[in-house]
């Protein structure tokens, strides 16, 4: 089942444990158009409450209404910062390349509390963590098409993959033994 069928799923299943008498049309108007606008927010990609929040403030939103809906959403399980963060943490590891150090920056800007972080970012192993890094070391030492000349070329094909790293948010002792590892196995390979 496809998220936007799980949402429809969810909204259905919702409707039906609706109690006659509960619905106040004037209210419902109002958090209609802010209702639609997180939906649309959530069908692009999932969001933290934080987050979530923050976009439909921006857009001007009553702050009281806003909440509502958020309450809303979040009974009917369509916002989960849990869920969220799990979900975040896999992707950006498995795509990007992301360390924990820089996941657990993003999850702290998107408002994610500190147990949940912790929880989502416990998927990730410093066995993964360096299997991942070495892949991107690997990779950007591919790039060097001849053996450095000497010192200064070697040191400048170095800091270029250590600069891989170092943006991806890997600790700097660990990716300069694996950008040493990496560069003396390419340096190697050319030399052949």
Not at 6 to 28: M, N, S, V, Y
Not at 35 to 58: F, P, Q, T, V, Y
């Amino acid at each position: 089942m496809t998220s936007q069928e799980e949402k429809i799923a969810r909204l259905k299943r919702a409707i039906a444990e609706f109690t006659p008498g509960q619905f106040d049309q004037e209210a419902e108007k109002t958090k209609a158009t802010v209702r639609k606008r997180a939906l649309g927010l959530l069908d692009a990609r999932a969001r933290s409450r934080h987050e979530l929040r923050g976009r439909l403030l921006d857009a001007e939103f009553d702050p009281v209404v806003v909440e509502d809906v958020l309450d809303d959403l979040a009974a009917v399980n369509l916002i989960n910062d849990a869920d969220f963060a799990h979900e975040w943490v896999r992707q950006r590891h498995a795509r990007r390349g992301k360390s924990t150090r820089v996941l657990d920056q993003e999850l702290r800007d998107k408002g994610v509390d500190a147990a949940t972080r912790a929880v989502a970012l416990d998927q990730i192993d410093a066995a993964d963590e360096e299997t991942t890094a070495r892949a991107l070391a690997e990779k950007k030492a591919r790039t060097i098409r001849e053996v450095p000349a000497d010192r200064a070329d070697t040191d400048k094909a170095l800091r270029r993959i250590v600069g891989v790293l170092a943006r991806r948010g890997f600790p700097q002792s660990m990716s300069l033994r694996i950008a040493r590892e990496a560069l003396d196995a390419r340096t190697a390979e050319l030399g052949r």
